[in-house]
T-cell receptor
Framework: GDSVTQKEGLVTLTEGLPVMLNCTYQ???????LFWYVHYLNESPRLLLK?????KRTEHQGFHATLHKSSSSFHLQKSSAQLSDSALYYC??????????FGKGTSLTVIP | DTTVKQNPRYKLARVGKPVNLICSQT?????MYWYQKKPNQAPKLLLF???????READTFEKFQSSRPNNSFCSLYIGSAGLEYSAMYLC???????????FGPGTRLTVL
């Protein structure tokens, strides 16, 4: 069935180091959408990135991700972590219908 | 205004008692979703309304009910709360279903 896997539950990084949060997915639908949502403490989750185009890099607020359908991956990256990036990050999949599937989330903590 | 509102923010309920959670949005989105989020688990889609059509997940079909009296409001109803219903309940809305979801701040339900 459709699913999303985020390997890392907790990631702690020193400020200035690169960020990479892993996301892999399973679906039979070739036209699926992949999303990254960010959830800051005491706020609502909000969309960070989305893509349905194979091998195309999508960027927003310093973060970027490339959907690779060959490897079913949509990893989130940033060149230099900031303290304000500390949050919970969810990868989500919308297959060829209206359902959404979320990964368990990766809690990113950036330390000075 | 891209706000999704949820009431109440915190809810305490007794085992066996009913619970009604409310969500509203003024973006004229045709689809509204309810998710259940437990610690260290992925947000789980419980049900969604596309316009007036309710879609419920097979494994939670009998546990949750919902109504959407108009485009702006959607409720989540638990007829008889059990301890396992303690969780954060997130409401979201979107246009056309497969694109960006806007989330509310959530209602934290504690069942005692």
């Amino acid at each position: 069935g459709d699913s999303v896997t985020q390997k890392e539950g907790l990631v702690t990084l020193t400020e200035g180091l690169p960020v990479m949060l892993n996301c892999t997915y399973q679906t039979i639908y070739s036209n699926a959408f992949l999303f990254w949502y960010v959830h800051y403490l005491n706020e609502s989750p909000r969309l960070l990135l989305k893509s349905s185009t194979d091998n195309k890099r999508t960027e927003h607020q310093g973060f970027h991700a490339t959907l690779h359908k060959s490897s079913s991956s949509f990893h989130l990256q940033k060149s230099s972590a900031q303290l304000s990036d500390s949050a919970l990050y969810y990868c989500a999949l919308s297959p060829g219908y209206q359902n959404f599937y979320f990964g368990k989330g990766t809690s990113l903590t950036v330390i000075p | 205004d891209t706000t999704v509102k949820q009431n109440p923010r915190y809810k305490l309920a007794r085992v066996g008692k009913p619970v009604n959670l409310i969500c509203s949005q003024t973006m004229n989105h045709d689809t509204m979703y309810w998710y259940q989020k437990k610690p260290n688990q992925a947000p789980k889609l419980l049900l969604f309304y596309y316009d007036k059509i309710l879609n419920r997940e097979a494994d939670t079909f009998e546990k949750f009910q919902s109504s959407r009296p108009n485009n702006s409001f959607c409720s989540l109803y638990i007829g008889s709360a059990g301890l396992e219903y303690s969780a954060m309940y997130l409401c979201a809305s979107s246009r056309k279903g497969r694109y960006e979801q806007y989330f509310g701040p959530g209602t934290r339900l504690t069942v005692l």
